[in-house]
C-alpha cells in the first residue's frame, strides 16, 4: 500500500538549494509510507532509513527521535492538518458543525482514509504517536481558538469533543456499527455538533 | 494473566445434573481467560478447546461460532453487564450521569479493566465481537428504555452515547490523554453525563 502525498507547500525550498531539503523530503516520504503500512510502533527507524537510501543517523540529526518525525510526518505530508485548519473559518456558532464534517470527510476520502486507520493501528499499541498528533491539531485550534474559556477548560473542552468524534469514526468505520454505518454523514454531522460546540464553547 | 470472573449464578444447575453443565462452565472459563489474553480475533476455537479440556466440537455443540461464544461469555462470566445494568435503575433524569461513572469505574476496577482492555484489541481487529458485545448491552439498556423516543431514534442515540464513553475512555486510558488522565472520574462524569442523557433522551 502506498499512502497518499501532498505536494510539498510551494514555498518549500527545492532543486537547487540542493541536499539537505532533498534528503529531509525523502525521509518524510518514506515516514508516511511507513507509518501508513505498519503503525507508530512497528515502524522502525532503519526501515524508514533505508526505504529513504540514507543512514538511520541522517534520521536522528534532522529530526531526533521517533515521536517527532510521526508527528512532522502528518503535519507536512498530510492534508489533515490543512482541512481540519480549514475547517476553523468560518461563523464561531457552527464550528461544531464544521469540525464534526471535515473529520468525518477525512474517514470517507481516499486519500486520508488509510492515514487514520494507520494512526488508529499506531495509537492502539502507542499512546505516544496518537497524543503527540492529537497536541498539534489542539494546538492548531488553540491558535485559532473562537472559544472564551480559560486555557484549562478549554483544553478538556477540545479533549471531549475530540475523543467524542474519534469513538464516533471508530464506531462507524472500524466497529461498523449497523447504526452508525447506517447513517449518511450529513446525518451523523447533524446529530453530534452541537454537542462538539457545546464542548469547544461551553467548558 | 488470568482474568478475574464471576461466580456462576446460583441458579444455574450443577453437581447431580452432571456432565452437560460442567462442560460448560469449563468452556465458558477457558473462553474468558483467552478472550482476555488475546483479543477476539487471535483467541482459536481450539486453543480454548485445549485449555477447557475437551474437544472443539463440542464448543460447537454447545456455542455455535465463536461471536455466540464470546458474546455468551461476556454476558455470563464478567460483571460488566451486571454493573451497567445496575446503572439503568434510578431516576430517569440521571441516567446519563449514572452510565458514564458506571462505565468509567469498569475502565478502573481490577477485576474488569484487563477485559475491556482485551475487548478493545479485539474490537480494532474484528468488528465483529465488538459490535456484538454492543448489541448485547445494546439490547439490556432497550429492556429498560426509559426514554420515549421511536426505535430508531433510540438505537442512533445509543449509538453516539455508546461510541463516546468509548472514545472518551479509550482517550484516557489507552492513549493517556494529559488532559483526560489528569481528571477525576467525578470530573469527567459531571462533564459528560449531560451529553449521555441528551443523547439517550433526546434522540
Known sequence: ?????????????????GGDSDTRSAILDAALDMFAEQGFEKASMRAIAS?????????????GNKATLFVTTMADRTVIPERMGAALTGPPESLGIRLADA?????????TRPILLG????????????????????????EIAPFPAGADGRMRG????ATHLFGVAVGRHILQLPML???????IVEAVG?????YLTES
Chains 1, 2 share one sequence.
Request: hydrophobic share 45%; charged share 25%.
Open 181 to 187: 454505518a447506517g447513517m449518511s454523514r450529513e446525518e
Open 51 to 63: 526505504r529513504a537510501g540514507v543512514d538511520s543517523a541522517m534520521i536522528r540529526h534532522f529530526f
Open 1 to 17: 500500500m502506498t499512502a497518499p502525498r501532498q505536494d510539498p507547500p510551494a514555498k518549500r525550498p527545492v532543486g537547487r538549494r
Open 103 to 111: 473529520y468525518l470527510r477525512l474517514w470517507e476520502a481516499d486519500d
Open 194 to 198: 452541537p454537542t462538539i460546540q457545546r
Open 158 to 161: 477540545f479533549a471531549f469533543a
Open 119 to 142: 494512526l488508529v493501528r499506531s495509537a492502539m499499541t502507542s499512546s505516544q504517536g496518537a497524543a503527540l498528533l492529537l497536541e498539534v491539531i489542539g494546538g492548531r485550534i488553540q
